[in-house]
């Protein structure tokens, strides 16, 4: 009997844990924007936001990782036949370097929130002379 309650044991310790965390998940269409800025030096995207679940997934805001960096919610649900959407917008004329990354920060309802999406920004150089 106690064999038997030893083996209970054991077994219930050594029993894979399930994975809590099995909710919606959120990816950016496209994953990262790699780009030079507009002639006035800004950069626009809108981005989808993919749901990569059954769930609706609800977006709660996105923030910019400077002061640069301009963001607003145009879809605030997404479901797996069709998507969330963010449009962001970045203010190059400060920038001095020849590639710049701007991180935004998307809140939502997904499992892996928050979730970050990043635009590379390289130096135009036809506008920089």
Known sequence: MIYLALLFVLGCASAPSTDSSGGP???????VLVTTADSSGYVTAMVKVLNIGTDT?????VKGSCGCAGASVQRSTAV???PGAIYLTVNTRGFVDSVNNVDFTLMSTATNS??????VVKKNEERSK
């Not at 998940?25 to 994953?31: E, L």
């Not at 997934?57 to 805001?61: D, F, Q």
């Open 57 to 61: 997934v609800r977006i709660l805001g």
């Open 80 to 82: 797996p036949d069709k």
């Open 114 to 119: 928050p979730t970050v999406f990043r635009i």
């Open 25 to 31: 998940k959120v990816a950016f269409d496209p994953p």
